[in-house]
């Protein structure tokens, strides 16, 4: 089995952090509604006759924790370019040697089956065409 290379293992380790971070705030999160809803239901349970105590701070402040966790954390504007930056510095290039021996095997390749077109198309198929074209005459 390959082994990973630092940057591999380094992502795996944020991802993971990020990971469990996420799983901590919805955790609070649902702790929070949890507890909302308690104290609603203790409310209701007070009578016809009992005097309710009003307590909005504490619902605000469950209700604003609960819409702070909620918002998505604000995408980063240049982070795209940095990305590619990044990955063009881990890019493995290729020597002048190696670009220059690939450069002449693709012309090479280029001028073989152009030619080959050339002599298949002058000498093979126009031919055919002019002796079937005779024929008809």
């Given amino acids: 089995m390959a082994h ?49 105590e009003a307590k909005p701070e504490a619902k605000q402040q469950t209700a604003a924790a609960v819409k702070k966790e909620e918002k998505k954390p604000k995408k980063k504007r240049f982070q795209f370019f940095r990305d590619v930056k990044a990955e063009m510095k881990r890019v493995t290039w290729p020597s002048r040697t190696d670009v220059v021996r690939w450069s002449g095997v693709v012309v090479g390749a280029l001028v073989f089956f152009g030619v080959y077109v050339a002599l298949l198309d002058n000498v093979i198929v126009t031919p055919a065409l002019v002796a079937l074209s005779g024929l008809g005459a």
Wanted: proline share 0%; net charge positive.
């Fill in 4 to 52: 990973k290379s630092k940057t591999q293992r380094a992502k795996a380790s944020a991802a993971k952090a990020n990971k469990k971070e996420r799983q901590e705030r919805e955790a609070i999160a649902s702790e929070n509604v949890e507890a909302a809803v308690e104290e609603t239901a203790e409310e209701s349970k007070g009578g016809l006759f009992k005097k309710k």
